[in-house]
């Protein structure tokens, strides 16, 4: 008996109608003679709505204690699932992430998976059970509640992949797979059929909201590929996988995150203070990124110091804000209103014709970049909020929208890929 690992995101089971048609699609799974293990986000808005909360009674609510709070969410999904899953006349039973085995390190809201041991949900299967398991969350090597930061029931569920060694892992959200930009935002964003794990992952860590970036790199260590889905649209959708065709030095995708602020700290010992303020951020589970130093030719001791946070997974943040000013000793500026724009593709930076084709697209829009970070696979711009997609939208002409008609990609995409 194969076993395949089926995620339902927050939209699909939103309301009790929703959750009613994934348990007809799960049993048809298990129909189909397969060992079948299900993970469940929140319903709808429930984590939002749990966070309010939070935030209503403070403005930066302990984190442990946001966790252990935030972990509810899930439990009611994979409970109600459950029940709906035993009403159609099928054996199931509903898990936490501490039940089946998902160990993770001690970050609380944004805590990572380091082990596995799934010996409950593989005693459960042997019983003929469907096991409906809770997203998002798992516990730490001291036993506390941990959750796994926004799009942690992804990795909740390639992470059972890998640890069942299932046959194939299905993401089912409210879209029908990966597309070149959000279709919500961008009406012309191309459906993308097939998308290797390196973009896929920066796509992810550059904002992109269908896979999380760690599920990403479950997934490319184990070698299992993610079928992303739309939980009842049957029809189209990107495999996530190691082997495909992909044409270098494109740009096959453009994406934001619009909640980005930058730290910068200026003049004499700014990295002496630079240090304290990036440990205090780590104390409060800020997640740091692009941290540069520099400093004037013989003058060390002057200098100036910089990162950059992403909010996706700091509830609280005037609170942390707070807590690095005085880290800092008054000398520090914080710029907020910042958003992020990424191109994504394979060998994006071979040579520097994508970065300057992009710098001039921008400078067409009136749009001046306050920074400028490459990888192998993205080029990412931080910019004002007010025009991130203004340059989203240009950039995604300049690159997919008049790009050739029939690249190597899509020459694959006719020949049935699709």
Known sequence: MGIIVQKYGGSSVADVDRLRRVADKVCETRKAGNGVVVVVSAMGRTTDELLGLATSVSSSPPRRELDMLLSVGERISMALLSIAVQDRGFSAISLTGSQCGIITNDRHSDARIIEVRPFRIQDELELGRIVIVAGFQGVSYKREVTTLGRGGSDTTAVALAAALQAERCEIYSDVDGVYSADPREVPEARHLPSISYPEMQEMAKAGAKVLNAQAVEFAKQAGIAIYCRASFQPGRETIVRRDMPVEEHGVRA?????????????????AERLAAVVRTADQHGASIKEVGITAPEGELSWARGSFVVSL??????????????????????????????????????RDNRNLLHALEVLAERGIRPGGVVTTGFRISFLLERAQLLDGKKACHRAFIEQAAVCSPVDSAHLAGED
Request: aromatic fraction near 2%; avoid cysteine.
């Open 312 to 349: 996706a997974n700091v509830p609280g943040w005037q609170g942390v804000a707070a807590a690095l000013r005085e880290a800092a000793g008054g000398e520090l500026e914080i710029d907020e209103h910042l958003g992020a724009l990424s191109l994504i593709g394979e060998g994006i930076n």
């Open 254 to 270: 453009v994406v934001s995150e619009e909640k980005i602020v930058r730290v910068r700290l200026r003049g004499k010992a700014a």
